[in-house]
């Protein structure tokens, strides 16, 4: 599976962004998606993901409220829909699939990854 991450750009706080992670191939049957971000200098830590069937979601502290993920499975595609932006979300954000169908938050449970896009939030 590669996957194929997008929408990333950047905007002032408060602003809104949508990411998009595009899998090469069917994604659905028993595989929960998430999003993971790494700032410089940071380690990589997670921010949302999702079950297979959208049933579960989950998401860190730091977006709860902010941040909605969601998946088409007919498309093949995840989506991180982040509104409020804040200086403090800036990082490239990662897309995975998991090894599980439910909801993950940590990184061994992920298969693969995408390239990254970068996000950038000015105060």
């Known amino acids: 599976v590669q996957l194929q991450a997008s929408g990333g750009g950047l905007v002032q706080a408060g602003a809104s962004l949508r990411l998009s992670c595009a899998a090469s191939?069917?994604?659905?049957?028993?595989?929960?998606m998430g999003w993971f971000r790494q700032a410089p200098g940071k380690e990589r830590e997670f921010v949302s993901s999702?079950?297979?069937?959208?049933?579960?979601?989950d998401y860190a502290d730091s977006v709860k409220g902010r941040f909605t993920i969601s998946r088409d499975n007919a498309k093949n595609t995840l989506y991180l829909q982040m509104n409020s932006l804040k200086p403090e979300d800036t990082a490239v954000y990662y897309c995975?699939?998991?090894?599980?169908?439910?909801?993950?938050?940590?990184?061994?449970?992920?298969?693969?990854w995408g390239q990254g896009t970068l996000v950038t939030v000015s105060s």
């Open positions: 995975a699939v998991a090894l599980t169908s439910s909801t993950s938050r940590t990184r061994s449970t992920y298969r693969y």
């Open positions: 191939r069917r994604t659905s049957s028993n595989n929960g």
């Open positions: 999702i079950s297979w069937n959208s049933a579960s979601t």
